[in-house]
Nanobody
């Protein structure tokens, strides 16, 4: 299973970005998918998760600003980020669990700066 994250870049505070995570297998039967991030000098932290039934969960720091979604037909998970803050700067990773194993994407860098 391979995960390809994309969509990162440089954005000004208050701006928006949409991250995508393309998965190499059909995700329609994958229950758990999520986005994590790791800021410089900090541990990787959970950002948002989504289940096969569409149940979502968000870190308190991104609630109301980020939206996680999935398109099973495209085998892709998304993270829509808005009202971005400098403290959102990090490498963002997508993750999924499949057949009792954990798979990570390679990460995409999001930099929020003026």
């Amino acid at each position: 299973v391979q995960l390809q994250a994309s969509g990162g870049g440089l954005v000004q505070p208050g701006g928006s970005l949409r991250l995508s995570c393309l998965v190499s297998i059909n995700i329609s039967s994958i229950n758990f998918m999520g986005w994590y991030r790791q800021a410089p000098g900090k541990q990787r932290e959970l950002v948002a998760t989504i289940t096969i039934g569409g149940i979502t969960n968000y870190a308190d720091s991104v609630k109301g600003r980020y939206t996680i979604s999935r398109d099973n037909l495209k085998s892709t998970m998304y993270l829509q980020m808005s009202s971005l803050k400098p403290e959102d700067t990090a490498v963002y990773y997508c993750r999924t669990n499949w057949n009792s194993r954990v798979y990570w994407g390679q990460g995409t860098l999001v930099t929020v700066s003026s």
